[in-house]
């Protein structure tokens, strides 16, 4: 039995050496042979061969250790691999044809020719070339730019001068240059030139001339033919309805209104009502875009042609884009609409006295006239000429029954001369509403509206700010509109974006260039 670990310890810290042990003589060979193994056995298990090094430094046990170490290392190093060159047969090199055929089979850089495979081999029948020939024909592709012209872009991309005019005139004849919008991409393909001092003749330009129009210029002999390329669009508007929810804005962005479409609805909608106030989650917004869309593929959204506000189930607000008299407007469901300006004439009279030095009717001196005088009927109404707040209500020494309203930005308005008074102080107003009619009370020859505007809190001539006019459509003009109003609300949502079928048979090519070069079926 092997001792130990602790009698081993033992054993090495206090001896300098194990004695080998002795077998006595009398035993038969074969016991004794046996009993030596066994006991040498014993022996060999009881010495440490792999110490601590960094223990007992010096020691019979750490020589013993260091012996054990620089064996085993240098076993280890005796087992390195060669590293030296393998030992290959040398093969004699090839020459003639199976030279050209190795050749054929390798990957040459491009210094050496870059030829690859057995049919671009280099054999001694190859004679060098002169000059290095042209190729046939160069396809390529030029953009318009903002502000660049038809005909400079195609004398860059290297049409004769004489051709880019000659294309440029046939182009302007169907359709006009300023139509081409910027970044419009042109296929050009330059022909085969009789020499190299002359430019390539153009043999062919095709592009996108207008949302529904193809233009091609194809080489008909030694002119250029030019061919019109129609596309069927569908004109069908885009209509979106919802129910506004806890944000009309969110509401509509989610049942897929564009961004700038919704903000410019909550414009429309609210020059008529109060967007925070007066829409409720359970009304529903209806939306209709200009929307265009070619058998190609292509779609265009437009602008925002019809807003709608439905409450429970009838109109609360119909707002349509027209143009009238050269100019387009919102108009009401009614034909009543409004031009462009910032604030609502005070009553609908004409001006009878402007802004400034005049002789006072009834003091017989001349002063400072501080406002606008509006002519009317008596009990004729004022209207607030946009948001405010009512700051003055009620007699105001020589201007009789006066109403101020102040409005944002340190603008204010004051009216004079009323024979009735609509509203109180403190109140709200909106822009159009009724605050009073018109009188001839204070220093007046008779009825009239004296109209003041303020900025800063001192007067300020009112033709200084434009007036809001109303416009009305009547007679014809106003059945034209109602009869494109019924049109647009006869169109169901999600129209416009059913699949629209292709007038011809041919596949829709990304690029017009693309589909002209495809190959005839056979």
Not at 288 to 303: C, M, N, P, Q
Not at 397 to 416: E, I
Not at 466 to 471: L, M, P
Request: proline content about 5%; overall charge positive.
């Amino acid at each position: 039995m092997f001792k130990s670990i602790d009698n081993i310890d033992m054993q090495v810290q206090g001896t300098a050496a194990v004695a080998a042990p002795s077998l006595p003589s009398s035993l038969p060979e074969t016991m004794v042979t046996k009993e030596k193994i066994a006991e040498w056995r014993e022996y060999l298990a009881e010495i440490d061969w792999v110490p601590d090094l960094g223990m007992d430094i010096g020691s019979p046990a750490w020589f013993r250790g260091l012996v054990t170490l620089v064996a085993l290392s240098g076993f280890a190093i005796s087992c390195l691999p060669d590293f030296g060159p393998i030992a290959g047969h040398r093969a004699d090199a090839l020459s003639g044809y199976r030279a050209d055929q190795a050749r054929s089979q390798m990957i040459a850089p491009l210094a050496y020719g870059s030829d690859t495979g057995i049919r671009m081999a280099a054999t001694d029948a190859v004679r060098p070339l002169a000059e290095s020939p042209e190729r046939p024909s160069i396809e390529l592709v030029a953009t318009l730019g903002r502000g660049d012209s038809l005909r400079r872009v195609l004398q860059r991309a290297g049409v004769a001068s004489n051709e880019a005019a000659q294309a440029n005139d046939l182009i302007s004849g169907a359709v006009s240059l300023g139509d081409i919008k910027p970044g419009t991409k042109i296929d050009v393909i330059l022909g085969r030139r009789p020499a190299k001092n002359q430019a390539r003749p153009l043999d062919q330009l095709a592009f996108r001339a207008r949302f529904d129009l193809n233009l091609e210029i194809l080489r008909d002999g030694d002119r250029l033919k030019l061919n019109r390329k129609p596309i069927r669009v569908d004109d069908t508007p885009l209509r979106i309805k919802g129910t506004v929810g806890s944000s009309l804005y969110r509401s509509a962005r989610a049942a897929g209104a564009p961004s700038d479409a919704v903000q410019k609805y909550l414009q429309v909608i609210g020059s008529k009502m109060s967007v925070s106030r007066d829409i409720r989650s359970t009304d529903e917004f209806d939306i209709i875009l200009s929307y265009r869309r070619a058998e190609t593929g292509e779609v265009e959204v437009g602008d925002l042609i019809y807003a709608g506000l439905d409450r429970g189930g009838k109109p609360a607000a119909q707002m349509l884009k027209w143009q009238s008299g050269g100019r387009t407007n919102w108009f009401e469901a009614s034909g009543v609409g409004q031009s462009n300006g910032e604030l609502a004439r005070p009553t609908n009279g004409r001006i009878t006295s402007s802004y400034g030095m005049r002789r006072h009717p009834i003091l017989r001196y001349k002063r400072m006239h501080s406002g606008m005088d509006f002519g009317g009927g008596y009990g004729a109404p004022i209207y607030a000429v946009t948001d405010g707040t009512v700051v003055h209500a009620g007699r105001k020494g020589g201007f009789g029954n006066y109403v101020r309203l102040q409005h944002g930005g340190g603008l204010a308005s004051g009216y004079g001369h009323m024979s009735r008074i609509a509203v109180s102080n403190g109140r709200r107003v909106r822009k159009g509403q009724i605050i009073g009619y018109i009188g001839s009370t204070g220093l007046s020859t008779g009825p009239h509206l004296h109209y003041e505007l303020y900025r800063g809190g001192r007067t300020i001539n009112p033709r200084s700010v434009k007036f809001v006019e109303r416009a009305q459509l009547g007679g014809r003009e106003l059945r034209n509109f109602k009869g494109q109003l019924q049109k647009l609300q006869r169109v169901e949502p999600g129209a416009a974006l059913t699949t629209l079928k292709s007038a011809s048979a041919q596949a829709e090519p990304e690029r017009e260039i693309n589909r002209l070069n495809k190959p005839l079926a056979s």
